[in-house]
């Protein structure tokens, strides 16, 4: 069963690093080099490495359910390792740690100013960092000159240090430009799809990406709203929807602020995170994972977590390691709010023509 979710999209070469560690030959491709992946390569105009020094910020990001993708992994020294999402690098350092002086890693992230941030808890010689889409894993592969890989892992979504910095508008609570990009130096910031968005789009963004219960009810607000005002900020697009600007108190430990399901809804459609997912399930994971290679996903809200649970449910092509998903302990949520609505599945990739795997016995020890 193959992910498909809008046809049409065709991902755009962005920066790819240059193969320097690997020391072998690469194929020709028309990808735009970043040339010195250093500690002092500049940040994209508004990412969170942006403000101060290089390096002066340190990463808040607390990585989640880290125990149980390690075990998910299996990992041991040798291996050639993707980390998709590389956020801050929590999940990475941890891998790199178990993958010994033989074993590679690469770790993509859409946002530069991740990748400046993340680079010096990374810097080892046998980490690459690359600033892409993990839906572009094909080619960065093969600017590596690197064949397939043995595991990949996806942790999706957006990243505390994203959500701290003053100037990407990810969070509602503090007055932003309404950008909500990851890669600032492509794609359409929000504030701009806003202004010209139907009423029906926005329906259609608000149902589709946000299961929003009011998505006609706040399409309307928002069109109504930004004929008097242009909706540039996140205190724009809250008060268009709930006529209040200014922080939320939440009233209890589940209770949502009401313009949640908008900011998510909207986050998605300007990265198109829903279609680099179905590609990373599906041609990725097919020209890019090895046979019995392994495929791990963290996933927090169920869009994602539906896609995943769909695509590792073809028995012609994945072998599910976990019976259910795996859920962050009480402690953990305690620790990292973000970690309640996290969600781990993990899949082995199999072939028609391999001999059948022994069924999953659970997840093995941590090493
Ligand atoms: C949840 S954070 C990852 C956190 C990371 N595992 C850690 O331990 O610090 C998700 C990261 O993925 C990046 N991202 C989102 N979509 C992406 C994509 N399609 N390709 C590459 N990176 C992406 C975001 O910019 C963000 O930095």
């Known amino acids: 069963m193959r992910v498909c ?10 920066r790819l690093a240059a193969p320097a560690f690997f020391n072998r030959s690469v194929p020709q491709t028309h990808v735009e080099m970043d040339p010195q992946p250093s500690p002092s390569s500049p940040a994209s105009p508004a990412s969170p490495a942006s403000r101060g020094a290089p390096g002066a910020r340190r990463a808040t990001h607390v990585p989640v359910l880290l125990r149980e993708v390690l075990q998910a992994l299996e990992l041991t020294p040798g291996l050639t390792v993707v980390d998709g999402t590389l956020g801050a690098g929590g999940h990475s350092l941890q891998i790199l740690q178990r993958l010994g002086p033989s074993g590679r890693l690469i770790s993509l992230d859409r946002d530069q100013g991740m990748i400046d941030l993340a680079r010096p808890r990374l810097a080892a010689p046998n980490a690459k960092l690359v600033h892409a889409s993990y839906a ?18 996806l942790d999706l979504g957006w990243c505390s240090d994203q959500l701290a910095a003053a100037d990407r508008g990810f969070s509602f609570q503090t007055d932003a430009p309404l950008d909500l990009r990851y890669d600032t130096s492509t794609a359409t910031p929000a504030w701009q799809l806003l202004a010209s968005a139907s009423e029906e789009q926005l329906v259609d963004w608000f149902e589709s990406f946000g299961e929003d219960r009011l998505a006609r009810q706040h399409a309307r607000r928002i069109v109504a709203h930004r004929q008097q005002h242009p909706l540039q900020t996140t205190f ?39 279609d680099h997912l179905a590609q990373a399930l599906d041609g990725v994971s097919d020209s890019c994972l090895k046979q019995h ?16 649970k769909q695509s590792f449910r073809d028995p012609t092509r994945w072998q599910p390691l976990l019976s259910k998903p795996v859920s962050a302990s009480p402690a953990e ?15 082995r990739k199999i072939s028609p023509d391999l001999s059948p795997l022994p069924p999953p016995t659970g997840l093995p020890p941590v090493p």
């Open 136 to 153: 572009q894993l094909p080619e960065v592969l093969a600017r590596l000159g690197i064949d397939r890989v043995d595991r990949i892992l």
């Open 236 to 274: 724009d697009l809250v008060t268009a929807l709930t006529g209040q600007p200014g922080p939320w108190t939440a009233r209890g430990p589940d209770s949502r602020h009401p313009a949640t399901q908008v900011f998510q809804a909207l986050r998605i459609a300007v990265n198109r995170e829903l």
């Open 5 to 14: 979710l809008r046809a049409g999209w065709s991902p755009r070469l962005e």
């Open 293 to 308: 290679g392994i495929l791990a996903v963290i996933s927090f809200h169920s869009l994602e977590d539906r896609m995943v």
């Open 333 to 347: 949520q305690r620790l990292n709010p973000r970690s309640r609505t996290a969600q781990l599945r993990a899949a």
